[in-house]
Every structure is written in structure tokens, then in C-alpha cells.
């Protein structure tokens, strides 16, 4: 037992290590990515000893409990082990309980991820969405709004004037407060190297925050299954750009815009397009 | 027993055939892709396969079904210039999202346009917008950042007008490009986007660059 002991100590330790060498997803290109890729790098640390201990019993039974001849009988009854019992409940309870702390302190930080409470908007956050984390960055809040349509994703930036861009530029180390919404079904908006995956829903204005921390290209996909083009409801041209290449880029956009702009209905947290069914 | 056994297993059987048919007669037939690989895409855009002018499809399972003609599937070269004229025979229904009323990503900036005016005249002109709520269709490729709104036929328009609409863009490398109306154009379907805007062969299909 203690030889098993032993082993299982060193290789849950060479496991730590190995662990700890990896890069995890979503990576580092924002703050909420780095917070998310660190959260999953504590839960494998967390979870390699449970895990070689578990493939250490298994092949433990598999090898010295083997029949080597075929017998109709049962084996001998198991009366069990109170001090493993009592190990086995206590290390799972503090590993748990540590988590839930962790957990419990991240979503009560003061930077949560959605707005809360105000008229129209959404409220709290649903399971398996992320995008939370310190808003952390300098300089004030840029608010753009990522509107999905059967099939494609388009942004309005709040901050100037409501243009639409069919791409998804943001400044680096500048905290980004994006409005999520769509104008005909259900989408999801993920902008995986960002660390941002937020439901797109008529009627509703989905608030996520995102502070880049690299510039560089991005992706932007459709997560939820929305009909015939979803697997190409997708754009590799989101790019993370210096303050001063995005006013270069935003001024470019806007005068762009002028041409279609008087006709495209003011910035609103969500929109009503009708109709809703064509006529004929 | 017996017969109670076979007659549920012929009625499984029945079912099966029906729903296999019903896939393969209506649910992935379309057109096939246009004949060898080619820089210049004639089109004709109709609000009902039965109401085709130049490339009739008496054959499709779905001739109420707004589409273009002759295919939704192209072979085109890549790194290439590609010129498309439409002849654009439906009426407007509007652009669910006006953003696209915008031209984008076709060269010079801007497509040329033959119509007719609110008061039945013929006018032509290049457009590098038009009014989101006159918009029948748009030809969009958006991976190559191609969006371009297709004028409705206006009320005033001689009957059995075309609206003709030119324009050109260049390809990237080889690929599999697929393009789209962003007008929610399918009459009598959920938010417009049912039938034949989800069915490829009507109002989507693919550019297979080469």
C-alpha cells in the first residue's frame, strides 16, 4: 500500500508539471480569456492526481485481482475500509469546497461580466456561457453591438455615431462592453480567441464585457444552430488593433456609412424588424 | 401474431420509404452546377419558378418557390475577375436588416443599374446604395465581402419587366465560397427565411472556386 503510495505521489506530480506547461484555450487575447484559460489550468492540476489515482486502482484490481481461471462463485464479500472511507470524503469535500470558493469569489468580484437589472436588458448570466472576469484595460468604455441575422454577424458602434461594420474591430487594452442581439431567430455570438460566448436573442439586449490584451486576428462564429448557412455563419477578420489603428479604421467606416446611413434605424439596445413574414 | 407482426413491420416499411422519398425528392434535390468553369455569371432572379423567362425549370418539385436561375451553383477560377449580370424580375419586399442596402466588395464601388422609375420610365445609372425597402434580393458572398441589394421592380414598371443589374468581383484562392440573399424573401415562411431561402437551389447555393 505504501509503494502504491509512492508511485502514485511521483506520478501525480510529473502530472502537475505536465499539466502546468500547457496552453489552454480560449488563451490569452483578452483578460477574460486569461481568466478562463487559469481556470481550467487549476481545475487539470485539481484533477490529474484524482485522475492517475483512479487509472492507478483500476489497473491495481485489473492486475492483482484477475481470475486466472474461469469460477462460477462470487468473490469474497467487501466489508470495506473506514480510514480510506474517510480519506476518500474528506480530500473529494476539500477539493469541492475550495472550487466552489474560487467560484463564489469570481462571480462576486466587482466586474461581472453582465449588466444587471436594467429595463430590457438581460439579466445574469446562463450556464455555459463565459465571458466574464475583470473589465481591467485603460481608458473609457467602448460600446458595440453585435447584431445576428440568418447568416451573419454585423456591429454597431454605440460610441460613434451607431455605424455598422460588417467585421469586428476593437482597440487594444480598452474594456469592451458588447450588447448582444439578433434580428430574426436565435444565435450565439463566440468570439473564441477572445474568451466571449453570448446568446443572440430577438428582443433582448445580452451585455458581456471583454478587454483585448493582444492584437492580432480572431475569430467570430455562430454557436447555436440556426439553419442552412450556420456552419459558414463565421468571419476570421476580427481584429484586435492599437487605439490609433482603430480610429484610423473606424474613421474609414464611417465615412463608408454616410452612404447607407440615414436609412438604417438609430442605435437601439435590440430591434423589431418587420416584417416578420413576407407578404404573398 | 403473425400477420399482426407484418402488418406493423409493412407499415414501418411504408413509412420509411415515404420519409427517404420525401428527402430525396424535395429536401436535397437542386440543380446541378453550371456547365465548366466560367468568369461571367448570367442570372435571373424570379419571384416564382413557374414565372421564369430565360432559364424555365418545369421540372421542380417547388415552382412557387422564389429563386435564381439557372443554378445556385458556380464554377468559377480562382484569383479572377468575375462579371455577373441579373435580371432581376421580382418585386421589392425590403431587407430585414437596412445595412445591407449597401454595396460592398464589388469592383469600382458601385453596380449598374437598369430600371424603371416611379413613373414607368427607363432609367440606368451606378448605385453604391439603394432604398433598403426596394431591395427583392441581394447577391452576397460574405467570405469574399461581397454584398450587393438587387432593386425590386417598381408597381409603375411595364409588366414583365426586368430590373438588369451588372457588376463584377474578384475571387480569392481555391475554395468553396457559399453566397446568399439577405432579403427574407420566402413568401409564407417563419421571419422569411424558411423553404427557399433555406434550400439550396433557390436564393443560396455555392461559388466553387478552381
Known amino acids: ?280 | 401474431m403473425l400477420r399482426r407482426v407484418s402488418l406493423v413491420a409493412a407499415g414501418v416499411v411504408i413509412v420509411v420509404i415515404a420519409i427517404v422519398a420525401f428527402v430525396g425528392l424535395f429536401m436535397l434535390r437542386q440543380p446541378g452546377p453550371l456547365a465548366g468553369t466560367t468568369t461571367k455569371l448570367h442570372l435571373e432572379t424570379v419571384a416564382a419558378l413557374s414565372d421564369a423567362v430565360e432559364w424555365p425549370r418545369p421540372n421542380d418539385p417547388h415552382p412557387d418557390w422564389v429563386g435564381y436561375l439557372p443554378t445556385t451553383t458556380w464554377h468559377v477560377p480562382a484569383n479572377s475577375t468575375i462579371q455577373v449580370q441579373i435580371d432581376q424580375e421580382d418585386g421589392a419586399s425590403g431587407l430585414r436588416n437596412p445595412f445591407w442596402g449597401k454595396v460592398f466588395g464589388i469592383e469600382g464601388g458601385t453596380m449598374h443599374v437598369k430600371y424603371f422609375d416611379d413613373k414607368g420610365n427607363p432609367q440606368e445609372g451606378d448605385m453604391d446604395s439603394i432604398d433598403p425597402t426596394m431591395a427583392a434580393h441581394t447577391f452576397a458572398i460574405p467570405d469574399l465581402g461581397v454584398f450587393v441589394p438587387l432593386l425590386g421592380v417598381g408597381d409603375t414598371a411595364p409588366p414583365g419587366t426586368q430590373n438588369i443589374i451588372t457588376f463584377s468581383f474578384k475571387t480569392k484562392g481555391p475554395g468553396i465560397y457559399r453566397w446568399q440573399c439577405f432579403v427574407p424573401c420566402a413568401a409564407g415562411t417563419l421571419f422569411g427565411n424558411g423553404g427557399p431561402m433555406s434550400t439550396i437551389g433557390y436564393m443560396g447555393g455555392e461559388l466553387i472556386v478552381t
Open chain 1, 1 to 280: 500500500m505504501v509503494r502504491l503510495l509512492i508511485i502514485w505521489v511521483i506520478l501525480s506530480a510529473i502530472g502537475i508539471v505536465a499539466a502546468l506547461q500547457l496552453n489552454y484555450p480560449p488563451y490569452d487575447q483578452s483578460i477574460q480569456g486569461q481568466d478562463q484559460a487559469s481556470t481550467l489550468k487549476l481545475l487539470t492540476v485539481l484533477a490529474t492526481p484524482v485522475f492517475i489515482g483512479v487509472v492507478m486502482m483500476i489497473l491495481y484490481a485489473a492486475i492483482y485481482f484477475r481470475r486466472t481461471v474461469p469460477e462460477l462463485v462470487d468473490g469474497p464479500p467487501m466489508l470495506g475500509n473506514t480510514p480510506v472511507q474517510i480519506a476518500w470524503v474528506a480530500i473529494s469535500a476539500i477539493l469541492v469546497l475550495f472550487l466552489a470558493v474560487v467560484g463564489i469569489a469570481t462571480l462576486s468580484s466587482e466586474n461581472v461580466a453582465q449588466a444587471v437589472g436594467q429595463p430590457g436588458r438581460a439579466i445574469g448570466q446562463s450556464g455555459g456561457q463565459t465571458g466574464s472576469g475583470t473589465a481591467g484595460g485603460t481608458g473609457s468604455e467602448l460600446h458595440v453591438q453585435v447584431i445576428a441575422q440568418q447568416w451573419y454577424f454585423t456591429y454597431r458602434y454605440a460610441d460613434y455615431d451607431g455605424v455598422e461594420t460588417t467585421h469586428l474591430y476593437l482597440p487594444l487594452d480598452r474594456p469592451v462592453e458588447l450588447h448582444v442581439t439578433s434580428l430574426d431567430i436565435i444565435h450565439s455570438f463566440w468570439a473564441y480567441e477572445l474568451g466571449v460566448k453570448a446568446d443572440a436573442n430577438p428582443g433582448v439586449d445580452n451585455i458581456f464585457h471583454v478587454t483585448p490584451q493582444k492584437t492580432g486576428s480572431f475569430q467570430v462564429r455562430c454557436a447555436e444552430l440556426c439553419g442552412l448557412w450556420h456552419g459558414h455563419m463565421a468571419d476570421s477578420s476580427g481584429q484586435v488593433v492599437s487605439q490609433s489603428d482603430f480610429d484610423t479604421w473606424i474613421a474609414g467606416q464611417q465615412a463608408d456609412f454616410n452612404t447607407i446611413g440615414k436609412v438604417v434605424p438609430s442605435y437601439a439596445p435590440y430591434y423589431f424588424p418587420e416584417p416578420k413574414l413576407k407578404a404573398g
